[in-house]
């Protein structure tokens, strides 16, 4: 089957934290004010992402991938995950504060939610002065020093603080605390899940003036309370070259930085590729079409293309595959 790139239209999501960047910066078809995220690709129960473009548009996500498996995704990941798409892409972009949170690693999020895990990371592509992330504890902790903590309002005292600047990037694995702070706008690779447990939230309300639900006693089991410095990804910025950034089981992420055009071989690879746009304007081609993307878009091309062409004169780019 001739699978082109693909490209989507975004899922905007209003959250009491967002703002108007995703519109102001990215051109978002967003009208609100407080748009927190947009879900580039996704096949959540619910948010399912739709095609944007060529003989595919209209046709969503999953049911490409129920038509055509093994071209679109690669015969290892059906042979892995079947046809769920296993990786969800997003856009974030942090007016204010997020809220304190966790996630459950893979067995606690079967067991409780019949859900994948959490595992993510971001890469920082504009940040206010001054702005900063909260990335797990600053000591060990214990869990009853935890819970004395969420008694006595005093949490926000045995968390890590991270200042942020454009091309910071941090890997969040499962059970370490953490939230986006005000004026941070990041990309997001993460599993396919929604599963949060929120654990401080500031005592802020909702529009209908309602506390947001906590998820404390989830979380209890779910913390990895240790002083870990496991976080902050280091990673080369060779120019013209696909420089390695994350490599999880879950995910592999790479960092291009590109002012010429490149093409490189990709049959080994058996597994899509995404890529997502974090500088300037690309254009991304297989041997089936081509895609134009620019800062805060994404494509994705399909694991039967044999090569990848992509045309810039200058762009940053996020690769993502499994």
Request: aromatic share 10%; net charge negative; charged share 25%.
């Amino acid at each position: 089957m001739n699978l082109y790139p693909l490209k989507f239209n975004p899922i905007l999501k209003e959250r009491l934290w967002g703002g108007t960047k995703l519109k102001t910066l990215f051109g978002k078809p967003s009208t609100s004010e407080i748009t927190g995220e947009s879900w580039e690709l996704s096949t959540v129960t619910g948010d399912i992402s739709v095609i944007s473009n060529g003989d595919f548009a209209g046709t969503s996500l999953q049911e490409l991938i129920d038509t055509y498996p093994t071209q679109l995704l690669g015969k290892s990941v059906v042979e892995r995950f079947g046809t769920d798409f296993p990786i969800l892409i997003k856009f974030i972009d942090a007016k204010q504060d997020l809220s304190i949170q966790l996630h459950p690693n893979d067995a606690l999020a079967k067991e409780r939610h019949n859900s994948f895990g959490k595992t993510e990371m971001w890469y920082i592509m504009d940040a206010d002065p001054g702005a900063e992330l909260i990335v797990g504890f600053n000591k060990d902790v214990s869990k009853q020093e935890y819970e004395n903590s969420l008694e006595n309002d005093t949490l926000l005292d045995l968390l890590n603080y991270e200042k942020v600047r454009e091309g910071d990037t941090f890997f969040i694995n499962t059970g370490k605390i953490h939230a986006i702070g005000a004026g941070v706008l990041l990309a997001e690779i993460q599993q396919t899940s929604d599963v949060t447990y929120r654990v401080f939230d500031f005592n802020r309300k909702d529009k209908e003036g309602n506390l947001r639900e906590l998820h404390t006693e989830l979380a209890f089991d779910a913390i990895d309370y240790e002083k870990k410095d496991d976080f902050k990804v280091s990673y080369p910025k060779e120019r013209n070259a696909v420089n390695a950034m994350v490599d999880c089981p879950y995910f592999k992420t790479n960092f291009l930085d590109l002012d010429k055009d490149i093409v490189f071989d990709i049959k080994h690879r058996d597994t899509f590729t995404i890529f997502m746009c974090v500088a300037g304007t690309a254009t991304i081609g297989n041997a089936f079409g081509k895609v134009t993307i620019q800062k805060g878009e994404t494509t994705l091309l399909p694991a039967n293309s044999d090569q990848i062409e992509i045309r810039t004169k200058g762009t940053k780019l996020l690769e993502v595959t499994i």
